[in-house]
C-alpha cells in the first residue's frame, strides 16, 4: 500500500491531508533458495557440523495504478529531489539519476562538450546526455537512467559448529552480493566533515577525474548521479565464539554442575569496498527508502568474554 | 437438577438480552462516522471547514521568502547552498521546474482552494445564522489563494465550488489568467458586501481586507480606475490609520493596531518540527531569518535565511528610519559589545530581515526555529495608501494631487521630506517608496515584475520568462501530461 504523489489540485497537501492510499502494484520476486547442512562423523571427543544457506532473487514491478507511471519514493540530500522510484519492470525502489564520466578539467573542455551542461565549472562532474539531445536537462528526467537498486543479487550465509574434548568452537558467516547503496550523508559546508576521499578532490586540471571539485557554491555536483552509487557488497564475520567447559568431576564438589568460559567476538570482521560505516544498512522508511545510508550508527563490533556457571 | 436449569434459564436470559441488545445498535447510526459527504450537517461544521480553509494561510512565510530572495532585496543565506537548495536557485534565477519551494506554492494554495471549494459547494445544504458571514470568508480566502497563484504562475487551472477526483485532473486544463482574476475579483465582491468592517474575532477578514485586496488584485491588472475607487473606499469609510512608530509595526505587542488591515494569525503555543513545516501553527520565516549561532541581547539564535542586501540597505535615504528598522546591520549593531554569532555557509551580507526575525520574549514552543507567534502582514494601510497614490497617478485621467497626498501621508508618518512631483516621475516615485516602506514583507519581487522593472533590478532576470516560475514537472505530469510550461522554462 502506498500514498502515491497526486495532483495538488485534488487538494491533499494540507495540514493534517495526506492523499488517498491505494494498491501500489504488483511486484514479483522469483529466485532459488538453497540450504545444505552436514553433520561430521562422530569421531572420539571430536564433532563437527556446517551449513550453507544462499538465496538467489530477482525483484521486479510488474504493475503500477493504472495512469500511473512510476511512483515517486525516497529524496537525496535535504530538501532534495527524489532518487528511488516504483516503475513497471524495474526493481522495487530502484535509483534514478544522472550517469556522469568524469570531471570537466578546464574550461575549453566545456566549452567545446557537444553537450551543454548548464552552470558547470571546471572540477565539475559531467553528465552523460541519455536522450541525445546536445543539453543536460536537470528539469525533468530525460536524461535520467537506471542506477542500480538495493536488492542483492545473492546472499549466503555459512555456520560452522566444532567441538573437541571440551573445546567449543562456532561461527557465523553471512554475504550479500550485487546490491548498490546511496551515499546520502555528506552536505557541502564549511566546518562539515568530509570522507577522506575528498583529500583526492580536483584542485586543478588533470589532478583527478573521479571526485569533482569542493565547494561551498551553488553546483550540480549534488544532484543525485552515480557519483553517490557505491557497490553494497560485503561478507560479514557476524559472529565467532570459543569456549571451554571445565572438566565435570573438577567442580563437582562445590555442587556446581558446569562451568564454561568462553570468549565471542559479533561483527569482527567485514570485507566491503563500500566507503561508509557500515554496508547493511537496510531501509530508513519502507520500501522505496532501502539502500539509503543517511549516516546510520553502524552495528557495533563487539568481543565479549563470560563465564557462565550452572548449580 | 434445580441448578442446571437456573443456570440454563440464566445463560438463555442473557442470550436474549445479548440479541435484543445487537438489534438496538444495528438500528442507529454509527458514532463517529462523519464523513465527506454526510458533513455539513450543523453550523458547527461550517464553521470547522471554514477554520481549515483559513489554515492555509499559515503557509505565508514561502512567500515572505520567495517575494524577497527572488527580488534584488536579499539572497536565500542558511546553512549551505544546499539547505533548501531551491531558494538558492531562485535567488540565482537559475530555478526550473524541478524545485520544492515553487512545487510547495503550488500544492498549498491548491489546498486551501479545495477546501473553501469544499465549503461552497456545500454552502446550501442547510440555513443558519451567521452562514453568509462564513461564505463570504470562504470566497476572500479562495480568492486569495488563487491570486497567490496567478502571481507566481499566471494561468493555472480554475476549479469552483467543487472536488475533483484522481481521476478528473488529467481533464483538467490551465485557465487564462484573466479568467482566473474574474473569478477573484467576483469572489472578494461578494465578501466585502457581506463582511464588517470590524469584527470582533481577531484575524477574521473584513470588509477591509477585502477591499483591499480587490484593490491589489485590480492594481496587478493595470485597472487603475477601478482600483483607485475600491482602494479609496478603504481609506474613506474603513477604520484604519498609520501607527506613529514604524519601528514597533511588527512585535508581537503591536499586533491588531491601527495599520492592520489584513494579518495571517500564528501562535507560538504548540511546537513543530522540519518534517512538515506546513503543519505549524508558528510563522517558520522569523526563525529562519534569525542570525546563526547568536548569543546575544534583544535577538534569537536562527537559520540566516533570507538576507537583505547591501544594495537594499544603501537605498534608503539619510534619516530615513526604516532603514534600520528593515534590515539589520550586525556588526554596526554589535560595536563594541560581547555579543558572537556564526555566518552560514549559504551566503553573509551582514544583514538581517529585521522586520521579521526571532526576537527574545516572541518565542514559541520547540522547535522554536520555526513557531514564532509574530503575525504576517499580508496588508497594511500603509500599502493601501500606496497602491491608492499609484492607481490615482496611474489613472486615465490621472489625480496627481491625490496620489501626492496619499504618498506624503506615509512619508509624513517617517519624517521624510515631501514629494511634490508629477506624471511619470511621481509613478517612479511611489514604486521607490513601495522599496522603502514594504521591503522584507515578500511583495518587492511581485512588484518589479508587475511595474516591468524587474529586469532591470535583479542580476539574471530574463524578461519572458521570469515574470513567472515554471509549473512544477511532476504536476504536469501527474495531470497527464497536458499543461503547457510557461515560457522558456
Known amino acids: 500500500m502506498f500514498s502515491p504523489d497526486v495532483s495538488a489540485i485534488i487538494g491533499s497537501y494540507g495540514p493534517g491531508g495526506y492523499p488517498p492510499i491505494i494498491n501500489a502494484g504488483d511486484v514479483s520476486n522469483k529466485g532459488v533458495e538453497l540450504e545444505l547442512g552436514y553433520v561430521g562423523k562422530k569421531r572420539k571427543d571430536f564433532n563437527w557440523s556446517t551449513s550453507l544457506n544462499t538465496t538467489f532473487l530477482k525483484n521486479e514491478v510488474v504493475k503500477t495504478p493504472d495512469g500511473v507511471d512510476f511512483l515517486p519514493g525516497a529524496s537525496f540530500g535535504v530538501g532534495g529531489n527524489i532518487a528511488t522510484r516504483f516503475q513497471e519492470g524495474y526493481a522495487i525502489g530502484y535509483f534514478i539519476g544522472y550517469e556522469t564520466d568524469g570531471i570537466f578539467q578546464n574550461q575549453s573542455e566545456i566549452d567545446n562538450s557537444p553537450v551543454v551542461q548548464e552552470g558547470a565549472e571546471p572540477g565539475d562532474l559531467r553528465f552523460v546526455d541519455q536522450n541525445n539531445d546536445g543539453k543536460i536537462s536537470f528539469s525533468d528526467d530525460t536524461d535520467q537512467k537506471e542506477l542500480g537498486n538495493a536488492i542483492p543479487t545473492f546472499t549466503f550465509g555459512y555456520n560452522l559448529n566444532m567441538d573437541y574434548k571440551g573445546f567449543d568452537f562456532s561461527a557465523n558467516l553471512y554475504s550479500a552480493i550485487g546490491q548498490k547503496i546511496i551515499r546520502n550523508y555528506e552536505r557541502q559546508q564549511p566546518f562539515a566533515n568530509q570522507l577522506s576521499y575528498s583529500i583526492d578532490r580536483w584542485t586543478g586540471p588533470n589532478s583527478t577525474d573521479d571526485n569533482p571539485r569542493l565547494t561551498t557554491d551553488l553546483t550540480r555536483n549534488n544532484v543525485f548521479s552515480d557519483y553517490y552509487v557505491e557497490s553494497g557488497s560485503f561478507l560479514r564475520l557476524r559472529n565467532i565464539q570459543l569456549g571451554y567447559t571445565l572438566p565435570s568431576k573438577l567442580l563437582s564438589r562445590f555442587k556446581i554442575s558446569s562451568t564454561r568460559v568462553y570468549i565471542a567476538a559479533n561483527n569482527l570482521v567485514t570485507i566491503t569496498n563500500y566507503q561508509g560505516y557500515d554496508p547493511d544498512v537496510g531501509s530508513f522508511g519502507g520500501a522505496l527508502a532501502a539502500g539509503i545510508d543517511y549516516g546510520f550508527y553502524p552495528q557495533a563490533r563487539t568481543i565479549m568474554t563470560g563465564l557462565s556457571i550452572k548449580f | ?489
Not at chain 2, 443456570?7 to 454509527?30: E, H, M, R, Y
Not at chain 2, 471547514?49 to 542558511?78: C, K, M, P, R
Not at chain 2, 477578514?205 to 485586496?213: D, E, M, R, V, W
Not at chain 2, 469609510?237 to 508581537?252: A, C, K
Open chain 2, 1 to 489: 437438577m434445580k441448578k442446571t436449569t437456573i443456570k440454563l434459564t440464566a445463560i438463555f436470559s442473557l442470550a436474549i438480552l445479548v440479541f435484543a441488545g445487537c438489534q438496538k445498535f444495528l438500528d442507529i447510526n454509527p458514532l463517529y462516522t462523519q464523513d465527506a459527504e454526510n458533513y455539513f450537517e450543523t453550523p458547527v461544521d461550517y464553521e470547522r471547514a471554514l477554520t481549515g480553509a483559513y489554515d492555509l494561510l499559515q503557509s505565508s512565510f514561502i512567500t515572505v521568502w520567495i517575494g524577497e530572495i527572488a527580488s534584488d532585496n536579499a539572497i536565500a543565506g542558511g546553512e549551505s547552498v544546499t539547505d533548501t537548495e531551491g531558494l538558492h536557485e531562485i535567488e540565482n534565477m537559475s530555478h526550473d521546474a524541478v524545485n520544492n519551494e515553487i512545487r510547495n506554492v503550488f500544492r498549498w494554495n491548491y489546498a486551501g482552494i479545495t477546501r473553501a471549494n469544499y465549503l461552497l459547494e456545500n454552502k446550501n445544504k442547510i440555513d443558519f445564522e451567521g452562514k453568509d458571514e462564513i461564505i463570504a470568508q470562504t470566497e476572500f480566502l479562495r480568492g486569495y489563494y488563487y491570486f497567490e497563484l496567478v502571481k507566481y504562475f499566471g494561468d493555472v487551472p480554475l476549479v469552483v465550488d467543487k472536488r475533483l477526483g484522481a481521476d478528473e485532473v488529467t481533464a483538467v486544463e490551465r485557465t487564462p489568467k484573466a479568467e482566473v482574476y474574474a473569478q477573484i475579483e467576483k469572489d472578494l465582491r461578494n465578501a466585502a458586501d457581506i463582511l464588517d468592517w470590524t469584527i470582533p474575532q481577531k484575524g477574521r477578514i473584513t470588509k477591509g481586507a477585502c477591499l483591499s485586496l480587490l484593490g491589489k488584485v485590480l492594481l496587478y491588472q493595470n485597472k487603475f480606475g477601478e482600483a483607485a475607487v475600491i482602494l479609496d473606499q478603504v481609506i474613506e469609510e474603513g477604520p484604519y490609520d498609520l501607527i506613529d512608530d514604524y519601528t514597533e509595526l511588527f512585535s508581537v505587542a503591536n499586533e491588531g493596531n491601527s495599520e492592520t488591515v489584513f494579518d495571517v494569525q500564528y501562535t507560538g503555543a504548540e511546537g513543530g518540527g522540519y518534517g512538515c513545516l506546513i503543519c505549524l501553527e508558528g510563522n517558520a520565516a522569523p526563525g529562519f531569518h534569525g542570525i546563526r549561532q547568536y548569543n546575544g541581547p534583544i535577538y534569537g539564535d536562527g537559520n540566516s535565511y533570507n538576507l537583505p542586501t547591501e544594495k537594499l540597505f544603501n537605498s534608503f535615504a539619510a534619516g530615513d528610519v526604516r532603514r534600520d528598522a528593515t534590515v539589520l546591520d550586525i556588526d554596526a549593531f554589535i560595536g563594541s559589545r560581547e555579543i558572537t554569532y556564526a555566518e552560514g555557509g549559504g551566503g553573509h551580507t551582514g544583514y538581517y530581515n529585521n522586520k521579521y526575525i526571532k526576537r527574545k520574549g516572541e518565542i514559541g514552543l520547540p522547535d522554536n526555529d520555526l513557531t514564532s507567534p509574530v503575525n504576517y502582514r499580508v496588508i497594511r494601510y500603509a500599502d493601501v495608501l500606496l497602491m491608492a497614490a499609484e492607481a490615482h497617478n496611474r489613472n486615465i485621467p490621472a489625480n496627481d494631487s491625490k496620489a501626492l497626498d496619499l504618498l506624503n501621508k506615509v512619508r509624513n508618518r517617517v519624517n521624510m521630506p515631501q514629494i511634490s512631483s508629477g506624471g511619470s516621475q511621481l509613478t517612479e516615485d511611489i514604486w521607490m517608496e513601495r522599496k522603502y516602506e514594504l521591503s522584507g514583507e515578500g511583495h518587492r519581487f511581485f512588484d518589479l515584475v508587475r511595474t516591468g522593472k524587474a529586469a532591470t533590478e535583479i542580476t539574471g532576470f530574463q524578461t519572458d520568462k521570469h515574470e513567472l516560475f515554471p509549473i512544477p514537472q511532476v504536476e504536469i505530469d501527474l495531470t497527464g501530461g497536458n499543461w503547457a510550461q510557461n515560457p522558456n522554462y
